[in-house]
């Protein structure tokens, strides 16, 4: 087993257990019982995970799917709802927002004058690291709440482009992968900050319940590697009627739009009309993200009638031609000829030519 293949592995897991006991600690603080601590062995399962993956993928990833992240999510989730729902208002500084971690000189300067002795300074360190860890919790709980969205967002990339890959994708792929991560986490964000963040919604528990099932409904794509890896698929007659055909082409493409109407803008739009519609919450950011949603949608169903289009020709010129139709990331042979299922289909789906060809003059005119 190579070395940073383990390093890699073993330090990102790591990571993830160690954001996800904090997100359980701040639970644990604000509801001030201890039993919520009882979150914690949730890591339990990503240990489980790691010694599997150590013991029969060698510390690589698995194709299509990362149980990593998963599991990761299954850790940290349940503790951003429990800390969504326990909302706060706890004043935050001289001003909104702002976020005071200051560790003071006469903290320090008593640490300091403790530390005396044959074990100074250890104990110094201890010291000190107990203020630091109180001055922490004096962050007011908003702020808490919104630096665990954001980590959590960023060790999803980070953490997966850490992951050691497998054979199945390739780097080039990965990193398209990890540009799609970084843009569909900012617009996680966004919705999650920006709906929960409005009073009206905060005085309404089955609101913020339902907005707290969408943004985990959209966070269920990230352990998925569909959208960069192409669906293999063996030249049989199953896999070349014409809906096998249209995914196989087209597998990468069709996921991604499907992950943006079912999803993520999709749900979203969804959400943000009915706080338009049935709350009558307006603003100003909450009307720019729907507009948002609405070309983005628009244009993705735009993007699946050009696919659709563009591989209705394709077989229209290869059923004139006489060719047998495969998939492009298979070998075919030469000499194969269609079923007799696979050529009823083709003429049912190029029965009714294009308009322009059906209308074209003949040569004799």
């Known amino acids: 087993m190579e070395l940073m293949v383990l390093l ?10 160690l954001h996800s006991l904090i997100g359980v600690w701040r639970v644990a603080a604000v509801k001030k019982e201890p039993k919520y601590w009882l979150l914690a062995l949730l890591n339990l399962l990503l240990c489980l995970e790691t010694g599997l993956t150590l013991k029969f993928k060698r510390g690589r990833g698995y194709k299509w799917f990362s149980p990593a992240i998963f599991l990761y999510l299954i850790c940290t989730v349940p503790s951003l709802w429990l800390l969504e729902i326990h909302h706060g208002t706890q004043y935050c500084g001289n001003e909104p927002g702002a976020v005071q971690v200051n560790v003071s000189n006469q903290d320090f300067s008593q640490s300091r004058n403790s530390s005396h002795g044959s074990e100074g300074i250890d104990h110094h360190i201890i010291q000190t690291a107990k203020v630091f860890v109180n001055q922490l919790s004096t962050i007011c709980e908003t702020v ?6 954001q980590t959590f967002l960023l060790l999803l990339v980070v953490g997966r482009w850490l992951l050691p890959i497998g054979v ?9 992968l990890l540009l799609m991560f970084v843009g569909t986490a900012a617009d996680i964000l966004e919705f999650a900050s920006e709906t929960l ?24 794509q990230f352990p998925l590697d569909l959208a960069v890896q192409h669906i293999g698929c063996k ?17 990468a493409e069709l996921w991604n739009i499907g992950v943006s109407l079912f999803i993520q803008d999709g749900p979203f739009f ?25 070309l983005v949608v628009t244009l993705q169903l735009y993007r699946l009638a050009v696919i659709t289009l563009d591989f209705r020709a394709t077989i229209l010129q290869k059923s004139r031609k006489g060719e047998v139709s495969c998939c492009p990331c298979e070998p075919c042979e030469a000499s194969a000829h269609a079923t007799a299922d696979q050529d009823t289909e083709m003429r049912e789906f190029v029965a009714f030519p294009p308009k322009e060809e059906s209308q074209a003059p003949s040569v004799d005119q």
């Open 8 to 17: 890699n592995a073993l330090v990102t897991r790591l990571l993830f257990v």
């Open 144 to 149: 808490w709440t919104l630096a665990l969205h």
């Open 168 to 176: 199945e994708i390739t780097r080039d792929q990965l990193s398209q």
């Open 197 to 220: 963040d409005i009073e009206d919604v905060r005085k309404n528990y089955a609101l913020i319940n339902a907005i707290l099932a969408v943004w985990t409904w959209s966070m269920l």
């Open 235 to 251: 030249p049989t007659a199953s896999t070349r009627r014409i809906p096998s055909l249209l995914l196989c082409r087209y597998s």
């Open 270 to 294: 969804i959400v943000r009309s009915i706080l338009m519609g049935h709350f009558r919450i307006f603003n100003q950011m909450l009307v720019f993200f729907t507009a948002k949603n609405i």
